[in-house]
């Protein structure tokens, strides 16, 4: 109210300035911001200062009374009395000041005496009542001062900004009404921090005293509920109340559905009435009459709309208080039938494990409930709105009889919303109830059992905990995929059924490939392909397997085939490529693993590898190239094991002019069978050709054929047959040439030609006319 006040002067000053008003010297001064007379000294002193204090307000109305009635102006005493108003409630602040002063202190908390042991069960409930009880009043002492200390720090920083605004306000004559609403403001502040400061001290007594009663309290319940006397007859009994509560409990379910049945229907009737106003309205133009009409049934039918499911939201709300009541009754009926099996020995650690998740069950219900309560508060407001601009387009001097309609109607649907937010405090008040003994009787269990019991059940739960708190994480969605959520734990899930799927699948491959060979006459490349090919055909169909396991549905693999197939066009069309020849390799087999051939590039070597993407070729260097399929398939390459592993070797070589043909032919068949890789039948005989006359030598070649899978180290194979060769023509004499070169000189110096005519002759002479080789004789002409 005080704020309103302050705007409304803040509103209406400018229009008081031209007012004829008292001198600023008939406002008092404030010598400090803050008046500890107002709290502090002995009840006498405050008492008196409070009288002077009081005194001093009264003179301020009678001095804004007199300003009042000299002024002239209506606006000016609008503004005259919002100060009168201000003030007045100044002095009322004052007599509350000086009740709280006299206050007597807080009655402490008594604890009920439980008696002598052993105890019965409803002593227990009293002392567990009076608990619950201590702890809120001791909440609500915390939060009070809590809020005290707040308010005065706050108070204080106001006081010392105002105080000198204040002085400057008060030496202006023009601004006395701003100085008059200063100095109320001012004395309010005051006021309210000297109410505070009194407030304080007792509260933290109080505070004080109820931590000792919440502790002793607390010690007393643990001690009643160790020597607690409950036999069978008491679960008996409590039995018999909870198959009493649950018919009633079904009865009631059973009246609540059916009110919620006939509820809808009134709500498809109600629906089907609006859409028809709404069909209605659209169809009529804007002039016509009938609108009006049809506009004020629609929003009738809209408050039936709303006070139906505010209606059915209370039916709710209902429901879930009956199973509260039946929960409250369980939990009871189950922690004394552990209690009992516990004195006779056994562990209540998992009913002490199946209650905690079940109080944090509860506790995540009132954090709903209570955002529930916030925005019910809320339509609440937007619905009184609401219903007042209806009100008004009704109008007073409308149709008297849709206004009675109006209002009953919204008066029902107040009603619905109130009974609604009712609904909503009154399982509030369940839960917080039915959690704190929840909390209460499993710590009393726990105190109960021994050092290692309670560590265990504490590792329990504290492992229970996590592991929620992973789940939050690892059932998190990340993305969806049609109607499949990808989380953390199906990556995790597909990560390791592919790892263990990829290894089974390589054991039972290389388990394949060597039955395969032994058994079977079937070339190592054929396996290899074969086994390849089911190897991948396999891990497709697992990864299908897989992908259905974990929830995904298959058919939407055409979605993200579609997708593959504009990346393919794209950046991908290399590896799709090298993907379609790699199995066009393993199906139709033109190269194998264990083949030698030789690429366009000029690489030379045995396959060792084909894979779906590339194929491995070592090469006689023992280097190993990764070739894309792509290449192999595409290009052209020569094999020397295609349909059979017979290859035939062409070996060069030159003899001197002066040998005989035919002895060279011998000689170089004897030598090529010599080597061990040369190999004959009658389909592969060994040959010896004459190539021709070369410039130095009479030209042979050998061509023999050789086994590849016999071959164990290819280097050096051409090399044996030159070794064999070399060694048969100097055993026989054979001379192989080397390049010959003829000088002609056609003119030459005199001295020149008698030095070379000298040198010959000396070489004559020595016998060297010989030149060794033929192929190798320089002549001077």
């Known amino acids: ?4 006040y302050l705007f409304l002067l803040s509103l209406l000053f400018p229009l008081f300035c031209s007012l004829s008003l008292a001198h600023a010297e008939d406002l008092p001064d404030i010598p400090v911001a803050i008046e500890t007379q107002l709290y502090q000294g002995t009840v006498e002193e405050v008492t008196a200062f409070i009288g002077k204090r009081q005194a001093q307000v009264e003179g301020l109305i009678t001095l804004i009374t007199t300003d009042m009635q000299k002024g002239k102006a209506e606006n000016g005493k609008i503004v005259f009395t919002t100060l009168l108003d201000l003030f007045q409630g100044l002095s009322f602040q004052l007599k509350n000041l000086q009740a709280e002063l006299v206050r007597s202190e807080l009655p402490p908390m008594q604890i009920p005496s439980p008696g002598s042991p052993p105890y019965k069960l409803d002593v227990f409930d009293e002392m567990m009542s ?13 939060e009070n001062l809590g809020y005290g200390e707040a308010r005065i720090a706050s108070l204080k920083d106001e006081l010392t900004i105002l105080l000198p605004l204040y002085v400057q306000v008060k030496s202006e004559d023009s601004s006395r009404m701003q100085a008059y609403e200063q100095l109320a403001y001012i004395l309010n502040l005051q006021h309210e921090y000297a109410i505070l400061q009194l407030k304080r001290p007792r509260l933290n007594k109080a505070l004080t005293e109820v931590r000792v009663v919440v502790k002793e309290a607390s010690a007393q319940a643990e001690k009643v509920f160790g020597q607690l006397q409950i036999g069978k007859e008491d679960i008996a009994e409590l039995k018999k109340k909870v198959d009493l509560l649950n018919e009633s409990h079904a009865a009631s379910l059973a009246k609540l559905n059916a ?19 709404i069909t209605a309205i659209t169809s009529k133009a804007k002039g016509d009459t009938a609108v009006a009409v049809l506009e004020d049934e629609k929003q009738r039918l809209e408050l039936v709309l709303e006070a139906i499911r505010l209606r059915q939201k209370s039916i709710i709300q209902k429901k879930m208080n009956l199973g509260l009541a039946l929960q409250g009754m369980m939990f009871r009926q189950e922690w004394l039938t552990a209690y009992v099996e516990m004195n006779d020995g056994e562990k209540p650690s998992a009913f002490i494990e199946q209650w905690r998740k079940k109080s944090a069950e509860l506790i995540a219900q009132k954090e709903t409930l209570v955002q529930d ?50 609904g909503i405090t009154n399982n509030v ?31 329990l739960a504290y492992v229970t905990d996590k592991w929620e708190q992973s789940r939050a994480v690892l059932y998190y969605p990340l993305v969806t995929i049609g109607e499949t959520s990808i989380t953390l734990i199906t990556i995790f899930k597909v990560i390791v059924l592919l790892l263990v799927g990829v290894r089974i699948l390589n054991v039972i491959r290389r388990k394949t490939a060597c039955l395969l060979t032994e058994r079977t006459a079937m070339t190592p490349g054929a396996v290899h392909s074969m086994t390849t090919l089911v190897y991948y055909a396999a891990f497709v169909l697992g990864l ?37 020849s790699g199995i066009i390799l393993l ?31 070592r090469t006689f260097d023992g280097e190993d190239v990764i070739v894309p399929n792509s290449e192999l398939v595409s290009s ?56 021709g006359f070369g410039d130095n030598s009479l030209d042979f070649s050998i061509r023999p054929w050789c086994w590849m899978n016999q071959i164990n180290a290819q280097t050096g194979m051409i090399s044996d047959y030159y070794f064999s060769l070399f060694k048969k023509f100097k055993d026989a004499g054979i001379k192989i040439p080397f390049p010959q070169t003829d000088l002609h000189l056609k003119s030459i110096s005199p001295e020149v030609l008698a030095i070379l005519q000298q040198k010959a002759a000396v070489s004559g002479q020595s016998g060297s006319g010989e030149s060794g080789h033929d192929g190798g004789e320089h002549k001077v002409l």
Do not use: C
């Open 373 to 422: 309560l916030s925005l019910a508060t809320q339509k609440r407001a937007d619905l009184t709105q609401r219903l007042v601009s209806i009100t008004s387009k009704v109008g007073p001097d409308g149709n008297q009889e849709l206004q009675t309609i109006f209002a009953k109607q919204a008066e029902k649907t107040m009603g619905n919303l109130d009974a609604f937010i009712i």
């Open 429 to 459: 008040h369940d839960l917080n109830q039915l959690r704190d003994e929840t909390a209460l009787v499993l710590q009393l269990l726990l105190n109960r059992m021994d050092r290692g019991e309670r560590f265990l059940s504490w590792g």
């Open 636 to 691: 052209r390459v020569n094999t020397w094991s295609y349909e059979d592993n017979w290859r035939r070797l062409k070996i060069p070589f030159g003899v001197s002019y002066d040998s005989d043909p035919a002895e060279v032919a011998r000689l170089a068949e004897e030598a090529a069978r010599e080597v061990k890789v040369t190999k004959e039948d009658a389909a592969h005989p060994l040959r010896v050709f004459f190539e």
């Open 544 to 580: 299908l397997i897989i992908l259905s396991t974990i929830g995904f549905n298959v058919s939407q693999l055409g979605i993200i085939f579609g997708a593959l197939s504009v990346g393919v066009g794209f950046g991908l069309q290399t590896i799709a490529n090298n993907f379609v």
């Open 259 to 277: 009110e919620n049945l006939d509820l809808n229907k009134q709500s498809v009737v109600a629906e089907s009435k609006l859409d028809k106003a």
């Open 130 to 142: 009076f608990q619950q009880k201590a702890v809120l009043q001791l909440g609500m002492y915390e």
């Open 587 to 617: 199906t139709e087999q033109p190269i194998q693993v264990g083949d030698y051939v030789e690429l366009e590039a000029g690489i030379t070597g045995e396959v060792k590898k084909i894979s779906i993407r590339a194929t491995i070729v």
């Open 1 to 4: 109210m005080r704020s309103f």
